[in-house]
């Protein structure tokens, strides 16, 4: 069987969303006709995802934070872990604690992090891990 074959008429039938809708049969579905409710994704697909956004966020810190590349390793995996959860720009948002990451007042960072809804409300345990990386590099 021509499989190269098979997947154009597969893309051409099916098309490309890259966001989830809701298909004839009203599944969850995304990319060229992947039924998300039924079949879900594979550990392997989840990983092949992952890379693709930590090397979109990377990109993208790249050009926002230029100065972070002088960060630990530490932090920059913290400040990728945020952005992760919150996006890019929900991590822009911590003005005053990338201003303290910026200078190296790691515990301003640390408290600034610390003080927000994302610490104290949405997911605390999450923030304090990552907050310590900051304090801690």
């Known amino acids: ?9 597969l893309t051409r039938d099916e ?6 809708y809701r ?7 995304i990319g060229i006709g992947r039924n998300i409710e039924d079949v879900g994704i594979t550990e392997e697909e989840a990983k ?3 890379d693709n956004d930590v090397r979109r966020i990377i990109a993208e810190l790249d050009i926002l934070i230029p100065w972070w590349d002088d960060l630990t390793d530490a932090r920059q995996r ?8 919150l996006g890019v720009n929900g991590l822009m948002g911590f003005k005053k604690m990338l201003a303290a990451l910026e200078v190296g007042n790691y515990r301003e960072a640390c408290l600034e ?7 104290k409300k949405d997911t605390p ?13």
């Open 1 to 9: 069987m021509d499989i190269n074959k098979l997947k154009e008429e």
């Open 15 to 20: 098309g490309f969303r890259s966001k989830p």
């Open 23 to 29: 298909c004839t049969a009203n599944k969850l579905t």
């Open 48 to 50: 092949y995802l992952l």
């Open 78 to 85: 913290a400040l990728i872990n945020m952005a992760f959860q």
């Open 113 to 119: 992090g610390l003080n927000s809804k994302w610490a």
């Open 125 to 137: 345990q999450r923030a304090y891990r990552i907050t310590r990386m900051l304090l801690e590099g």
